[in-house]
Each structure stands twice: as structure tokens, then as C-alpha cells.
């Protein structure tokens, strides 16, 4: 290996070590930190993102970037070399724009911020919460003038999420397949409906803890390298590639919510174990975008773990760990069950039809905030009236309501479009994999989850960020992102479920 790459290489692992630790912290804060350390873990967060960004942003983190490049001319763009390069000077280029008081200050403010919304949450008062959040609209807007943009201030967040990719791109998309949604939810609500009580059974939390355990065991999820807890907000997080945390959060009253939270969780949990190993401790490692991510987490939430395969496998599972609220129910039950399409006021909660109207929801609201068009104070308003507006209802408490996601407590604005077009990619992905091999619904049916988890693996999961989510995309379906395949996948599917 030449020796300018080698010092690029060692300056950024210790980078990475520095952000890892940052991680660990933020884990124990949202898990088990007693709630009289907040300002002492803000600090201390804070800190360590001012080293980390300080050492990356320096003067000779460029020069090292510079030197490796013209060493590495000419190597082959899919090379662990070329993209190592090719990655950290675009991540250069955007951190080099960030005064490094601005980014300690930022993570600060977001520490203190989380436990303010958890108490805010679970008292469903948005006033107590409105402070911290107001401070933090207006670290966006500044990050977004800093990043800089051209059409839209949205652009220069969402791009840290999605490289390349727009405002007006992510709004045409989802204007292009809203109709269809609008259409079909209509024509659903015009049915009969779909009995699922036995979801609502009463399941004691030790029994969903290891049935969730077993199942995701299943998918692929290696405990030998990852462990799961419990959250205000399920979650998925890394510290290396050997080293992958979950979380999850239960309902003795509907046992969906740790269920498919799980399945969810380790979707995002297995993208991170199965890259290749050779990319630990390196800026490579880790999801291409979070649209990227998002479709491994939805496809095994939805695609699989919805699937009339799945339960023909599982509910024998299910029925063990619950024979007194299972007893009578046979899996075409249990799978018409897990897919009924309700309006609902909880994101993570909602079926796969109504979905992405909330992150359209929160994709216009998030903009108008961006924009100065939306005060934090009138926030709660304008969400039930856009709420009432999408859903036909308004939601009766802040919990329910704008509170609901943990996402602003910790500065994500511009992440949210991120998971509708994860919905998107998880079935051109699905469609990919079952051109390669038809046979994955008949091993699902059969429990065997490997084919799915190796083509995902081989194809997304071992590249980490060596290619960008528009690449893969086109490397993987020949195409780029649509809504095409995910309308007629809820379609089908719907019309199956609901005989429409």
C-alpha cells in the first residue's frame, strides 16, 4: 500500500475512533442514563464532536486528501483506494464549510434537547419542548446557509442524507405516486375491513422480547455481534462493524409495535454487519444514504415480515409464545391481520399504504420551517391541520402529534423524505433479487432467510459507502429510483388482502 494513502488512512480511523466514541455516548444517553446527566453527556458530546471535526477539517487532512488522490490516479473506480478518496473529499468539502463551534454547539444542543422531548412526549405538552426546538430550527437554517444551496435551503439538509439528490426531486417523486396512494387507500376504506384483534390480545413484553429475538435471529440479525434494548424510540446504531445496536419499544395492548419495530431495527442492523470487514474503522464503512438504509430496514419489516410466506413460517413461532391469544388463528389470519390499512396517528405504527402520506406530511412542514414560512409555536396547528387535511382526523394530544418523532430533538431536519424513498428502493431492490432468484418466496415460506439476506448482502450491504444511493441503484435495477414498482406492489397486494 503506498504511503501517502497509508497516512490518509491511519489520520481517518482515528477520526472515526473519535466518532464512534461520540456514538457510544449517544447510546447510553437514549437507553440507560439517568436523566440527571444531561448536561454533563451534552458536554461531554460536544467535546468530542470538536476534536473529531477539528482533526478531519484541518489544514492537513486536506493535504493528506490531496497527496493520496494524485497517488491513486488512475486506480479503478471501484477500488477500496478510489472510493476512499472519492468519498472523504466530498465529505471534506461539506465538513470544511462548518465552523468547528458551530458543529460542537450543535451536538450540545442536541443532548440537551433529547430529554426535553422525551418528557414533553410522555406529559403531551409541546410547550416544554418548544424552546430547545426553536434553538434548533435556527442551527438548521444556519447549517443550511453554511452548507449553501441554490434553489432551496431544504437542499443543502436533505443532501447530507441522500447525496445529489433535491428538494424538487424528492417532491416530484412523491408527487408522481400521492394519486395512486389516495386512490387505493379510498378504495380500501370502501371494503370490508379487515379483522385484526388478535394483534390487540394482550402480550405480556418477556414473550414479544424473545419471540422478536428468535425471528430476527432468523433473518440473519448476529448477536454475537449486536445486542437489543429498549427505547423511547426504537433506533439502530453502530460502533463498528462487529459492534451493532437495536432498540425497541413494547405494548402489552398491541404486540405490532415491538414486532415489526424489530424486524425493522435489525434490517437496519444487518446492513451494517454485513459489509465487508476490510472497511472498519474507515469512513467506507457504513449505509451509502439513508433511502439505502431505509430499504433494508422496510424490507424486512414490510416485504417479509408482512408476507403471507413469513407467516406460514412464523406463526407456529407465534403461537408457542402465545398459545391463549393464538390459539384459533391460522396464518392467512394472521397475515390479512398485520396488513390492514387504518388512518393512524403514529408513523411508525402505520400500515404500508398510508405511510409514506406522513412523511409527505412532515416533507412539507420540515420546508415551510426551513423557509421561515412556519414558527416552532405554531407548529402543533399546522400539523393537525395538515393532519386533518391528510388523514381526515386530528390528532387529540401533542404525543400523538408533532411530538411523536424523536427526529427534531436530535437536529435531523431534512431526514425524513429519506424513508418514503426507502419504501420505494426496498421493492426495486426486492424485484432485483427475485429476478436473480424466484425461489426466495419458497425458503421464506420455509424459514430460510439466507438467499434474500446473501443477494442483499452481495449486492448493497459489503459496498458500504463506496458507491453513492443514485450508483447503486442503477448498478443494482438498471434504473433510477421510482415509484413505479412500490404502487403496484401495495396494489397487488392490497387487492389480494382486501379482494379489491
Not at 22 to 51: C, F, I, K, Y
Not at 250 to 258: D, L, R, T
Not at 405 to 424: I, K, Q, R
Not at 458 to 485: P, W
Request: proline share 4%; net charge negative.
Amino acid at each position: 500500500m503506498s504511503q501517502k494513502y497509508e497516512a490518509l488512512r491511519q489520520r481517518l480511523s482515528m477520526i472515526h475512533d473519535l466518532n464512534m466514541a461520540n456514538a457510544v455516548l449517544s447510546w447510553d444517553m437514549e437507553t440507560v442514563m439517568p436523566p440527571g446527566g444531561s448536561a454533563a453527556r451534552a458536554q461531554q458530546m460536544s467535546t468530542l464532536s470538536r476534536l473529531s471535526h477539528e482533526l478531519f477539517t484541518a489544514a492537513e487532512t486536506g493535504e493528506l486528501l490531496e497527496r493520496a488522490a494524485a497517488e491513486m490516479a488512475g486506480a479503478d473506480y471501484d477500488s477500496d483506494e478510489a472510493s476512499l478518496i472519492r468519498v472523504v473529499q466530498q465529505d471534506y468539502a461539506d465538513a470544511t464549510r462548518l465552523p468547528v463551534d458551530f458543529v460542537a454547539e450543535f451536538t450540545k444542543q442536541t443532548a440537551l434537547a433529547h430529554p426535553v422531548w422525551a418528557k414533553a412526549r410522555a406529559e403531551q405538552d409541546f410547550k416544554q419542548f418548544q424552546p430547545a426546538l426553536e434553538r434548533l430550527i435556527d442551527m438548521a437554517r444556519a447549517a443550511a446557509g453554511y452548507i449553501g444551496y441554490t434553489d432551496h435551503p431544504y437542499d443543502a439538509l436533505l443532501g447530507q442524507y441522500e447525496r445529489g439528490m433535491t428538494t424538487q426531486q424528492v417532491a416530484d417523486i412523491f408527487a408522481a405516486h400521492r394519486p395512486a396512494l389516495v386512490e387505493l387507500i379510498a378504495a380500501i376504506s370502501a371494503a370490508p375491513q379487515v379483522d385484526d384483534r388478535v394483534l390487540y390480545a394482550g402480550y405480556p413484553i418477556d414473550g414479544q422480547r424473545e419471540l422478536g429475538k428468535r425471528i430476527v435471529q432468523a433473518f440473519g440479525f448476529d448477536f454475537d455481534r449486536g445486542i437489543q434494548a429498549i427505547s423511547v424510540h426504537p433506533f439502530c446504531t453502530h460502533f463498528s462493524i462487529n459492534d451493532v445496536r437495536i432498540t425497541t419499544r413494547y405494548s402489552e395492548q398491541y404486540v405490532g409495535e415491538s414486532l415489526f419495530g424489530f424486524f425493522h431495527e435489525a434490517g437496519h442492523a444487518m446492513y451494517e454487519q454485513g459489509q465487508a470487514q476490510h472497511l472498519e474503522g474507515l469512513p467506507l464503512a457504513g449505509g451509502t444514504s439513508l433511502g439505502v438504509h431505509e430499504s433494508q430496514s422496510r424490507l424486512w419489516e414490510n416485504i417479509v415480515g408482512r408476507s403471507r410466506e413469513f407467516w406460514a413460517w412464523a406463526l407456529p413461532l407465534f403461537r408457542a409464545a402465545f398459545p391463549a391469544q393464538t390459539a384459533d388463528i391460522t396464518a392467512e389470519q394472521m397475515y390479512r391481520a398485520v396488513n390492514k390499512v387504518e388512518r393512524s396517528f403514529i408513523r411508525v405504527e402505520a400500515d404500508e399504504a398510508t405511510y409514506n402520506l406522513h412523511i409527505i406530511l412532515r416533507f412539507e412542514i420540515e420546508q415551510a420551517i426551513l423557509k421561515g414560512d412556519l414558527r416552532a409555536a405554531d407548529l402543533p396547528e399546522a400539523w393537525n391541520t395538515r393532519f386533518q387535511e391528510f388523514f381526515g382526523m386530528t390528532p387529540p394530544n401533542d404525543a400523538l402529534g408533532v411530538l411523536q418523532d424523536v427526529h427534531w430533538s436530535a437536529g435531523l431536519m431534512g431526514y425524513f423524505p429519506t424513508y418514503a424513498l426507502g419504501n420505494m428502493l426496498s421493492v426495486q431492490y426486492y424485484n432485483a433479487a427475485l429476478r436473480a432468484d424466484p425461489t426466495i418466496p419458497q425458503a421464506i415460506a420455509a424459514g430460510n432467510f439466507e438467499p434474500l439476506r446473501t443477494w442483499m448482502q452481495t449486492h448493497i450491504h459489503q459496498h458500504g459507502r463506496k458507491f453513492t444511493g443514485a450508483e447503486l441503484t442503477q448498478r443494482i435495477t438498471g434504473e433510477g429510483i421510482q415509484s413505479r414498482d412500490y404502487i403496484h406492489y401495495l396494489q397487488t397486494k392490497y387487492g389480494d388482502v382486501y379482494r379489491l
